[in-house]
């Protein structure tokens, strides 16, 4: 049994990860959540006590790395006796802290793919350029390596499992529809980090179908769905991390990832992205002094955490999956439904921080108590679902599913 968490990042998604650890602590032993700036670890750390979070007395303690430091992520993992590594930090430094649980043997887990902040949308598959060139060695140690263990990606994988499992004999199409439905109140705000953000939606947008690659523009191809709870929305086909793991996995399958998208956004971001501004190349302005574009953009917007006291509203994510059962044709529609005022209420986060930051830690449980623990690397779709959305079901984030039977939960 694995136990003890070093927790990577101190944003919106580590403060949920920090407090769910807290709640978990009976399995996963003692906490530590470490950041660039201590003082942030630090605050996430106040706030998990100003809730009564820990569920037994135990440890959390804060620390200061830079994550782009292996051997310094390393040092740390050794120093706090973590064996397993929740990696919330932004997706630049996902392959330094991987190369740490490399050469120490911790377990680790992250929520996005690598990105190399000079790239943009890269050649798929994605994680072809970065993680899967790690699996090999994963497995010569024996480390445990889940990728992407979010809810998009994460949850949406596991979905598109499950319903490979139970549901369908045979898959023809997987689409991923992420719709939040929330309000922050502010004239323009990204949940999540503005480069990374950004960086999602300036570049090529790729889905995998009939058997190859396609690619289209940002808001070329869009389409209205209908939803549980959150009733029609607008979402358009967008290039996203699960994409690239799904269709290697059923790639017999249309595999396609949908976000929502208000008209005030697209407008926003087509003037900023037309004026250059969200470009990750450096510029001279007339001073002569060296600025990226993209992180003044960020400089200037509001910070994703600041939003949670005010967010009203709800997500809802989940997989639409076509296919054949018994010769017959047949669609699932596995989804949940997360409430931004009721995450804020217990965590201290917005909605898309809470759906993100609750399934790490699920996985680390399972992790922990061996479910999981498979020593080498995998995408979540390679693991059994029905554990992992089973804990969920009990820490905040209720699976259900619509389909000729009706809308109901999934209870495992």
Known sequence: MKRNVLIIGAGGVAQVVAHKCAQNNDVLG????ASRTVSKAEAIIASVHEKGAMKVEGTF???????????????LIRETGSQIVINVGSAFVNMYVLEACIETGAAYIDTAIHEDPTKICETPPWYGNYEWQRRDRCKEAGVTAILGAGF????????????ADEYLDKIESIDIVDINAGSHGKYFATNFDPEINFREFTGTVYSWQNGQWQSN?????????????????KAYMTGH?????LSANYPDADVRFWMGFGDHYINVFTVLKNL??????????AEGQEVVPLKVVKAVLPD???LAPDYTGKTCIGDFVKGTKDGQPREVFIYNVADHKEAFEEVGSQGISYTAGVPPVAAAMLIATGEWDVGTM????????????????????????????GDRPLEF
């Open 304 to 306: 994703p955490s600041s």
């Open 30 to 33: 003692d906490l530590h959540i």
């Open 217 to 233: 523009k940002m808001f070329e191809v869009g389409k209205e769905w209908d939803l549980p709870v959150v009733g029609k929305q």
């Open 152 to 163: 998009d990606p994460g949850v949406v994988n596991a979905y598109a499992r499950l319903a």
């Open 378 to 405: 995998v995408n979540v779709e390679e693991l059994p679902p029905k554990p992992f959305l089973g804990l969920l079901n009990r820490m905040g984030l209720p699976n259900r599913i619509k389909d000729e039977n």
């Open 276 to 285: 250059g501004l969200l470009s990750e190349q450096p510029i001279k302005t």
């Open 241 to 245: 991390d699960e994409v690239h793991s």
């Open 61 to 75: 303690k804060a620390h200061a790395v830079d994550a782009m430091d292996s051997a310094a992520v390393a040092a």
